[in-house]
């Protein structure tokens, strides 16, 4: 994955941006910025701060990314023993004993397989950190974030929309009498990121009144 920031202050030189994760330097066609710098990490948000630039990419762009990079990883499908036996004489498999045992199945979602040989790459995928957890650091990026997933989850008409939004960013137990704010705390929020969703909230139902989304 990569993540690319702006640099309003100073170009790029030494001393000048982070270290850690530096991918590359582009030009800046729209001459907005004295330079683009490319990570393959996100910066934090004393990073973004302390040398003066800006994210440029949203909360919909490390998605995106996130399902490209999850559509590359060597899984394949199957729900019947024909289906299977086409997908393993891809493989140049077959169903016998032999060849079965050079197959695992993901236990935790229906007929999706891999071959054994391929665990390697899905431990390194699944054991890497998630992106998204220093990027909700972020209360500008969260708001964006928490505004995106009340749409997607039709927050205004939803009696359990604070639930089905909050569980979007982490594990949350639904109790009907909770609220945003016991959600997020539960996952581990602090108040800043709390105060995020309350201006998405209110962004968001104000928006949904303004273009009669009811």
């Known amino acids: 994955m990569e993540?690319?920031?702006?640099?309003?202050?100073?170009?790029?030189s030494i001393g000048c941006q982070p270290r850690d994760g530096f991918i590359r330097r582009e030009d800046d066609d729209s001459g907005k910025y004295h330079?683009?710098?490319?990570?393959?990490?996100?910066l934090t948000v004393e990073e973004v701060?302390?040398?003066?630039?800006?994210?440029l990419?949203?909360?919909?762009?490390?998605k995106k990314q996130c399902q490209e990079e999850f559509n590359k990883l060597p899984f394949f499908y199957a729900f019947s023993d024909k289906q299977l036996e086409e997908e393993l004489a891809k493989r140049g498999l077959t169903l016998s004993k032999d060849d079965l045992k050079k197959v695992s199945r993901l236990s935790s979602v229906p007929g999706t397989f891999f071959l054994?040989?391929?665990?390697p790459i899905l431990q390194e995928y699944y054991n890497k950190p998630d992106p998204m957890d220093e990027l909700m650091k972020d209360p500008g990026f969260a708001e964006?974030?928490?505004?995106?997933?009340?749409?997607n989850h039709e927050y205004h008409i939803?009696?359990?929309?604070?639930?089905d939004v909050c569980s979007c960013f982490g594990s949350c137990k639904y109790e009907e009498e909770k609220d945003y704010r016991d959600y997020l705390k539960e996952i581990g929020f602090g108040?800043?990121?709390?105060?995020?969703?309350?201006?998405?909230?209110?962004?968001?139902?104000?928006?949904?009144?303004?273009?009669?989304?009811?």
């Not at 939803?158 to 639930?163: E, G, I, K, L, R």
């Open 116 to 119: 054994k040989e391929d665990t």
């Open 35 to 42: 330079d683009l710098i490319i990570y393959d990490r996100p």
């Open 191 to 214: 108040d800043e990121i709390i105060l995020a969703y309350k201006k998405a909230r209110a962004r968001f139902l104000h928006d949904a009144d303004e273009n009669g989304w009811y």
């Open 57 to 62: 990419f949203g909360y919909t762009d490390i």
């Open 3 to 12: 993540f690319k920031y702006g640099m309003r202050l100073r170009g790029f």
């Open 49 to 55: 701060r302390n040398y003066d630039l800006d994210r």
């Open 158 to 163: 939803n009696w359990q929309a604070d639930w």
């Open 144 to 151: 964006t974030a928490f505004y995106y997933e009340m749409g």
